[in-house]
């Protein structure tokens, strides 16, 4: 049963306390409304996944209350720093390089080496971050493929039954989804065009580096055999078992695991099920198909 709760000091708490048991909350912010999870805990950062039906693995946006936590994540240069001091608390999304070390899960950035950053304005966000004391996975709060919400009447129509718990913080401000800016070296780079303008050249026909764009993902560097009852003695096996939260949690990290080995293929038993099972079946298919 979902839950739909003004927002308030207790909701807020409540919230908190859902998150930090590893499930995900829908909250308000000023762009849409967001389905957060612990960006530090892959299985709870699946759950978003699982909630959303059949989604796409894309990298997803992690939410933190202000540049200094922003800081701990991720590595700033001169542009990505003018442009986090002049628009942050806002709707804008930095791609920059992931810090050695920092804790966000491979599920979060897609086993990229980068993560996408961004300081919210709305104050039921901020006081969810500051709640919880860590930073927040949070795509839209929507079924996969259907229309992102804006007011929480939205969320219990796609989500209701999938999620304990909707924070009602009344419509959004902008009701569009933030702008994306790669600051990863070189020119600054228009990931997604959104309520902030950005002086950055477009990224069409680039790989994926953030939500919105269509191209290819990470892939490891060795060749994949898919539904494999067993690996050849020079393959590295992968077993993601059959509980599919844990499975897409373990994903990436697996799969680098596999590129890193002295093996030079890498075997991966069958996945079952649907949803979320068959979002996994389409990035392993993705990521063994040949490369051009």
């Known amino acids: 049963m979902t839950i739909t709760r003004p927002v308030s000091d207790d909701a807020i708490a409540e919230a908190a306390r859902l998150i930090l048991a590893g499930e995900p909350v829908a909250v308000p912010t000023e762009t849409v409304y967001g389905l957060a999870a612990d960006a530090t805990n892959a299985e709870a950062v699946a759950r978003i996944y699982a909630a959303k039906g059949r989604p796409s693995f894309n990298p997803l946006i992690v939410h933190v209350p202000d540049l200094a936590a922003a800081d701990a994540l991720g590595e700033f ?10 628009h942050w608390p806002g709707p804008l999304t930095l791609v920059v390089p992931l810090k050695p070390g920092a804790p966000i899960a491979a599920l979060v950035t897609a086993g990229l080496p980068t993560v996408g950053l961004r ?30 919400p804006t007011r929480a009447s939205h969320v219990e129509r796609s989500l209701g039954g999938r999620i304990a718990l909707i924070l009602d913080g009344g419509a959004s401000e902008n009701g569009l989804e933030s702008t994306i800016v790669a600051a990863t070296g070189g020119p600054l780079r228009l990931l997604r065009p959104g309520p902030i303008a950005v002086d950055a050249a477009p990224a069409a026909g680039r790989a994926i580096e953030a939500p919105g764009m269509l191209a290819s993902h990470y892939a490891p560097a060795k060749p994949l055999r898919l ?12 077993d993601l078992g059959g509980d599919p ?23 991966v038993a069958p996945v079952p099920g649907d949803g979320l099972g068959a979002a996994i079946n389409d990035r392993l298919r993705r990521a063994a198909a040949p490369r051009s």
């Open 119 to 148: 300081v919210p304005a709305h104050p039921a966000m901020q006081a969810l971050l500051r709640a919880v004391g860590r930073p927040l996975a949070a795509p839209s709060a929507n079924a996969s493929g259907s229309l992102s």
């Open 245 to 267: 939260v844990a499975a897409a949690a373990r994903l990436f990290d697996e799969l680098h695991r596999a590129d890193a080995s002295n093996k030079p293929r890498i075997a």
């Open 77 to 86: 240069d001169a542009a990505a720093r003018d442009l986090a001091e002049r």
């Open 227 to 238: 539904d494999a009852a067993q690996a050849e003695p020079d393959e590295y096996w992968i």
